[in-house]
Nanobody, 121 residues
């Protein structure tokens, strides 16, 4: 079973940047689709970005052009680089792994514990 640990969250002013990192242990992520989700107070968890095992990326519309997801299969990490942050990006950000090799993210993802991102106006 993989363990996912997020880091890099914090408080930033609107227009600023942050890099979130997800470190995986317990197995290699190289054959797994990985993703980032977020949950704002009072809202449901929502998809932010994903990167497939062969590095195809998909973003939710609200972050396109501002966020970039990358993976390093040697370091076993997945990063989310966030630019031009807005107050509405404030949320707990969660790293997720697809539950099986070459499978998509879905309802049975494996999750990290989350990291808080707060964007002040």
């Amino acid at each position: 079973q993989v363990q996912l640990v997020e880091s890099g969250g914090g408080l930033v002013q609107a227009g600023g940047s942050l890099r979130l990192s997800c470190a995986a242990s317990g197995r290699s992520i190289s054959s797994y689709t990985m993703g980032w989700f977020r949950q704002a107070p009072g809202k449901e968890r929502e998809f932010v970005a994903r990167i497939t095992w062969n590095s195809i990326t998909v973003y939710t519309d609200s972050v396109k052009g501002r966020f970039t997801i990358t993976r390093d299969n040697v370091k076993n990490t997945v990063d989310l680089l966030m630019h031009s942050l807005k107050p509405e990006d404030t949320a707990v950000y969660y790293c997720a792994s697809a539950p099986g090799r070459f499978r998509s993210l879905g309802t049975d993802n494996l999750w990290g514990q989350g990291t808080q991102v707060t964007v002040s106006s």
